[in-house]
């Protein structure tokens, strides 16, 4: 007689390697999703009132005047452009994510819309599309093995009134200023580190580079999001460093590791870079 309750096993893993593979494997899944960072295909920042095209989307799309939140399109029945469920038969006022109350956009069967608004209060038109080269291509996101060295206890300390300027990608060297909650301080092989993050919800997101950086990994550098005990003490576990967005699609603008946060070893932990089917890089960059 078989003992089913014995020969299936429920348990939660507790192995910090099974752990680990269960969570690249959901985020090898969440990057294909429709809203994913694979699915991304155009971001286009519309500041002029001149209606202007999308690629690779239909309507003209341009910003509201004096300063109003979100944008117009004008299309015709024909392009099948649907805002809330409605199709666009002349022109109609689209929410940016800054709204309550953010409308859904819709270009036919793979492609969706989403107005976002950056910190200067211009708005922009994001493109996703479920059938993109991204998706199609992808083969795995490659990773290092699991490393305990690379577990981190540390310090967060709260500071008011803190900032730093933060580079972008695409900003050719502008820097914009970042509201900073605090100092992550540790000590490790004889050298202390003293690492910005921003906030990001509830937790924090450290953003990283290292002596991988553009050799066995992503160039621009990892993303690390850890949230701090009551206590102040903090896990930065950096086998979880993730790729940032733009490591899946161009049309992402990521932020650069600020000078505090380039490590000059190497931190052989965590994500390395998105693969093709074929094994070969996604993007060199």
Same mark, same amino acid.
């Given at each position: 007689?078989?003992?089913?309750?014995?020969? $299936?096993?429920?348990? $939660?893993?507790?192995?910090?390697?099974?752990?680990?593979?269960?969570?690249?494997?959901? #985020?090898?899944? !969440?990057?294909?999703? =429709?809203?994913?960072?694979?699915?991304?295909?155009?971001?286009?920042?519309?500041?002029?009132?001149?209606?202007?095209?999308?690629?690779?989307?239909?309507?003209?799309?341009?910003?509201? =005047?004096?300063?109003?939140?979100?944008?117009?399109?004008?299309?015709?029945?024909?392009?099948?452009?649907?805002?809330?469920?409605?199709?666009?038969?002349?022109?109609?006022?689209?929410?940016?994510?800054?709204?309550?109350?953010?409308?859904?956009?819709?270009?036919?069967?793979?492609?969706?819309?989403?107005?976002?608004?950056?910190?200067?209060?211009?708005?922009?038109?994001?493109?996703?599309?479920?059938?993109?080269?991204?998706?199609?291509?992808?083969?795995?996101?490659?990773?290092?093995?699991?490393? =305990?060295?690379?577990?981190?206890?540390?310090? @967060?300390?709260?500071?008011?009134?803190?900032?730093?300027?933060?580079?972008?990608?695409?900003?050719?060297?502008?820097? #914009?200023?970042?509201?900073?909650?605090?100092?992550?301080?540790?000590?490790?092989?004889?050298?202390?580190? /003293?690492?910005?993050? @921003?906030?990001?919800?509830?937790?924090?997101?450290?953003?990283? !580079?290292?002596?991988? !950086?553009?050799?066995?990994?992503?160039?621009?550098?990892?993303?690390?999001?850890?949230?701090?005990?009551?206590?102040?003490?903090?896990?930065?576990?950096? /086998?979880?460093?993730?790729?940032? =967005?733009?490591?899946?699609?161009?049309? @992402?603008?990521?932020?650069?590791?600020?000078?505090? /946060? #380039?490590?000059?070893?190497?931190?052989?932990?965590?994500?390395? /870079?998105?693969? $093709?089917?074929?094994? !070969?890089?996604?993007?060199?960059?």
């Amino acid at each position: 007689m078989t003992d089913t309750a014995a020969s $299936t096993d429920t348990s $939660t893993p507790t192995d910090p390697a099974e752990l680990l593979a269960n969570f690249h494997a959901r #985020r090898e899944y !969440s990057v294909v999703q =429709p809203n994913g960072n694979l699915a991304l295909v155009n971001t286009q920042w519309i500041t002029d009132a001149e209606p202007q095209a999308v690629w690779p989307v239909a309507g003209r799309w341009s910003a509201l =005047p004096d300063g109003g939140k979100g944008l117009r399109v004008i299309a015709s029945a024909e392009d099948a452009v649907v805002i809330d469920g409605r199709i666009v038969e002349g022109e109609a006022i689209v929410r940016g994510r800054d709204s309550d109350d953010p409308s859904a956009i819709s270009f036919g069967d793979t492609a969706t819309g989403t107005v976002i608004v950056n910190e200067a209060g211009e708005y922009g038109l994001r493109v996703w599309d479920t059938q993109s080269e991204g998706i199609r291509e992808f083969g795995s996101i490659d990773t290092f093995d699991y490393n =305990p060295e690379w577990v981190i206890r540390a310090s @967060f300390t709260p500071v008011e009134g803190l900032s730093v300027g933060f580079e972008h990608l695409k900003d050719e060297g502008a820097s #914009r200023e970042k509201a900073i909650p605090g100092e992550i301080t540790f000590s490790k092989d004889g050298v202390d580190y /003293n690492l910005v993050a @921003f906030k990001a919800g509830r937790a924090l997101q450290l953003v990283f !580079s290292d002596a991988t !950086s553009g050799n066995s990994s992503y160039s621009v550098g990892r993303f690390l999001f850890v949230a701090p005990s009551p206590d102040g003490s903090i896990t930065l576990d950096f /086998n979880r460093a993730i790729l940032p =967005p733009c490591a899946f699609s161009y049309a @992402f603008n990521c932020p650069m590791p600020p000078r505090q /946060n #380039r490590f000059t070893v190497p931190i052989e932990a965590g994500e390395k /870079n998105v693969l $093709t089917k074929s094994g !070969s890089l996604l993007h060199e960059e």
